[in-house]
């Protein structure tokens, strides 16, 4: 569970959130995080927010965002909005590292997807791109398809290959949130 102050980092994607108000903290209404973004840093894919906004206020450095198509070069001092249902990605194409406060509006399991995504790929269970293998992530993805999607194939083609991608995954073993064996229950499982 994600608290207030609370820091993740993606080795893979060179991503670090820092927590400054969490859905505990609004009653759901919205979660605020600082980002810092190391230089050639990255979000793991294009994606799409089906039902929350995403405001990005830039702190330090340049970010560049692809939004519904059209590429944005963001400095210090300005907000690129994503409204739902709009795809959106970011990268840190500078030399220097960048950062910036995201505020996502309402929370839903924002919280939980990003310690997922985050601690899978400080596992090494991710790709270069950041992303889990597909029946992994399909069962991540069922369980978040409030939260995000793929900008394409269209969300009921998305929907029908999660419905026979996610009981696989679970089957696997594969859960929606991610939590790493603790040393006692690796010794235990050996």
């Known amino acids: 569970m994600i608290r207030t102050g609370d820091v993740l980092y993606n080795p893979v994607t060179g ?3 820092r927590f400054e108000k969490t859905a505990a903290d609004t009653n759901g209404e919205y979660v605020l995080v600082e980002v810092a973004v190391e230089p ?3 979000v793991a894919a294009a994606h799409v927010h089906p039902f929350q906004t995403e405001a990005f206020e830039i702190l330090d450095g ?3 965002f692809e939004v519904g198509g059209k590429t944005i070069v ?4 300005e907000t690129v909005r994503v409204d739902p249902g709009t795809s959106h990605k970011f990268w840190n194409a500078g030399e220097e590292p960048a950062r910036f406060r995201t505020e996502v509006r309402p929370a839903l399991q924002f919280e939980s997807l990003i310690e997922t ?3 899978l790929a400080a596992d090494g269970k991710t790709n270069r791109k950041g992303m889990p293998n597909p029946l992994r992530l399909a069962v991540i993805a069922n369980a978040h398809y409030d939260v995000v999607r793929l900008p ?3 969300a009921w083609m998305q929907k029908a290959s999660l419905a026979l991608g996610a009981p696989l995954g679970r089957m696997l073993g594969y859960r929606a949130i991610y939590e790493p064996r603790r040393p006692a229950e690796v010794a235990l499982a050996t």
């Open 62 to 64: 340049t970010v560049n």
């Open 74 to 77: 963001a400095s210090a001092g």
């Open 152 to 154: 394409f194939p269209p």
């Open 15 to 17: 991503e670090q959130l």
């Open 40 to 42: 050639h840093g990255f």
């Open 117 to 119: 995504m985050f601690t």
